[in-house]
């Protein structure tokens, strides 16, 4: 089983800074084949952030390529989120997820292809 804990969230002013971790400490099992970020806003659907694959790739939604930086620590278990310039549009409850579906290859930021999520950390940026 995957247990994936987020932390990192919080308020900042628009402009500012705040860098996301996701661990699941106590996995042993074989490596997700994807591991990524997703946000939903009140009211609105889960969207894709950015994700990271074994195979090198590495994915941003339109919304956020260029401010944010998705990154990976193999020997802790470790994904990390790093946001920048961040506007109030961002604000929202950021969750990880994790897969091993054959078909996650094919659309990384698609929330169905992930199955392993965590509890979600929020995010509020102030105008």
């Known amino acids: 089983q995957v247990h994936l804990r987020e932390s990192g969230g919080g308020s900042v002013q628009s402009g500012g800074s705040l860098t996301l971790s996701c661990a699941d400490p106590?996995?042993?099992?074989?490596?997700?084949?994807?591991m990524a970020w997703f946000r939903q806003a009140p009211g609105k659907e889960r969207e894709g952030v950015a994700a990271?694959?074994?195979?090198?790739?590495?994915t941003y939604g339109d919304s956020v390529k260029g401010r944010f930086t998705i990154s990976q620590d193999n020997a802790n278990n470790t994904l990390y989120l790093q946001m920048s310039g961040l506007e109030p549009e961002d604000t929202a409850m950021y969750y990880c997820?994790?897969?091993?579906?054959?078909?996650?290859?094919?659309?990384?930021?698609?929330?169905?292809?992930?199955?392993?999520w965590g509890q979600g950390t929020q995010v509020t940026v102030s105008s």
């Open positions: 997820a994790a897969s091993r579906g054959s078909s996650v290859w094919y659309n990384t930021l698609r929330p169905a292809e992930y199955n392993y």
């Open positions: 990271t694959c074994t195979n090198g790739r590495m």
């Open positions: 106590k996995y042993t099992g074989l490596r997700p084949y994807c």
